[in-house]
């Protein structure tokens, strides 16, 4: 854990050295929050080490922050490949079933430890997929901040989150939701989590626990959302929980040539954006509706995707596709956002004051475009919708809806 630059690092009144270890698990989308959060404690004078999948390396060493990898590129490669990871009954499955996830859960435990018997006062912030972090916090006694990106995880019986539109699920988890948190304990999360979990625990002797996602995956130490309230606070939130707002980092530092982005933003018309996710591999389909839906309107269409394979290999000079933009320099100049639903994209939405159509394939976007909606920032609509052509008239309805662009402006 040394570094050469521990002696700018920031000691407390007893003259010991702060340590954080920040778990940000998944895409960029789940691990630029804890980059914007890394960048901030270094600011303080912190030791932050990100643990994170290595290809968000170079974006962690331009946080300023100590990289422990999770897993291999490999193993991030071979979970964005497979495309049940975007179904709703296949999503939770392929990540908790993959052939690595035992070994990343030993990972985070192992890491855990060791980083918190280092010298110097250390915290850890865990994402909501480091189990290996809240079994470290049981063996071992250290300040754990569970920390969550979406109101998704949060369990009420009052308002009860969307956890997918599908039947008969959707709707015994509407009306019925203490049984339907019950049934996806027994017959998903606890099948899939048990032998992930509980081999760690009962080395140190701790009696076998069930329904891991009802109540033992938040620490009882601390547990951080990473959205504003108006976002989503349930009446039964936790008491342990407190709400630190959206968290933004750009990753401006990156090098890329960006003139052609605000050549195209500067020229015209400000343009529709769309985005399915940096780990998105199977959109092709859709950004080819997407292209459609602003041709017919008489759009611009800025496409922002890493993997050019998805994209359609035609496009009009209205179009233009990059690899990556600066969202907090981007979005502001675009007349409405088109994604996936994933909150780290919103949330841009949310700041730079446009309206969203959100298409929600699985994991938090169901929820996350359900809120979106009853806020009367966007609208969402199914990928089975936009693959039969319906994207025109809810892309017309957001694009034309002036109280709509108020209410954006309000919310930013």
């Not at 988890?173 to 992930?196: N, T």
């Not at 319906?390 to 108020?406: E, P, S, T």
């Amino acid at each position: 854990m040394g570094s050469p630059r521990a002696a700018c690092f920031r000691i407390d009144e007893e003259g010991i050295a702060l340590r954080a270890l920040l778990f940000g698990i998944g895409s960029a989308g789940d691990v630029f929050p804890f980059l914007a959060l890394g960048r901030g404690l270094r600011e303080r004078g912190w030791q932050v080490t990100i643990a994170a999948s290595p290809v968000h390396a170079a974006a962690v060493a331009r946080a300023g922050c100590d990289l422990e990898p999770m897993g291999t590129v490999e193993d991030y490669e071979r979970l964005t490949a497979n495309p049940n990871l975007w179904k709703p009954r296949q999503g939770i499955r392929v990540i908790l079933g993959d052939e690595g996830a035992a070994g990343m859960i030993r990972r985070q435990r192992d890491l855990t430890r060791s980083f918190v018997s280092g010298s110097g006062r250390a915290v850890v912030v865990a994402s909501s997929l480091a189990f290996g972090a809240r079994v470290a916090r049981e063996q071992v006694g250290f300040p754990l901040v569970t920390t969550h990106l979406a109101p998704v995880v949060l369990r009420c019986q009052k308002q009860p989150p969307v956890l997918t539109r599908v039947l008969p699920e959707g709707f015994i988890l509407r009306w019925f939701p203490g049984l339907a948190y019950r049934l996806i304990d027994r017959r998903m999360a606890d099948p899939l989590l048990k032998p992930l979990v509980e081999p760690l625990r009962a080395e140190t002797g701790l009696a076998p626990i069930s329904r891991y996602m009802n109540a033992w995956w938040h620490s009882p130490d601390r547990m951080m959302l990473l959205f504003p309230r108006w976002f989503g606070s349930p009446p039964s939130l936790p008491g342990q929980a407190i709400h630190a707002g959206f968290l933004y980092h750009d990753d401006g530092a990156r090098g890329d040539d960006i003139n052609d982005l605000r050549r195209f933003l500067g020229n015209g018309s400000a343009p529709v954006a769309v985005t399915l996710g940096s780990a998105m591999r199977h959109g092709r389909e859709i950004l080819s509706q997407v292209v459609k839906a602003c041709g017919a309107l008489g759009r611009r269409l800025l496409i922002l995707s890493k993997d050019s394979d998805q994209v359609p290999a035609h496009l009009p000079s209205t179009v233009m596709r990059v690899a990556w933009a600066p969202m907090g320099e981007t979005l502001p100049r675009c007349a409405a956002l088109i994604h996936h639903g994933g909150v780290g994209t919103l949330a841009r939405a949310f700041q730079a004051g446009i309206p969203q159509v959100v298409i929600p394939f699985c994991h938090d976007q169901p929820d996350n475009s359900d809120r979106v909606t009853r806020l009367g920032a966007g609208r969402w609509i199914s990928p089975w919708a936009v693959r039969r052509g319906g994207l025109n008239r809810v892309l017309g309805r957001v694009l034309d809806h002036g109280d709509m662009k108020d209410r954006c402006h309000a919310l930013a």
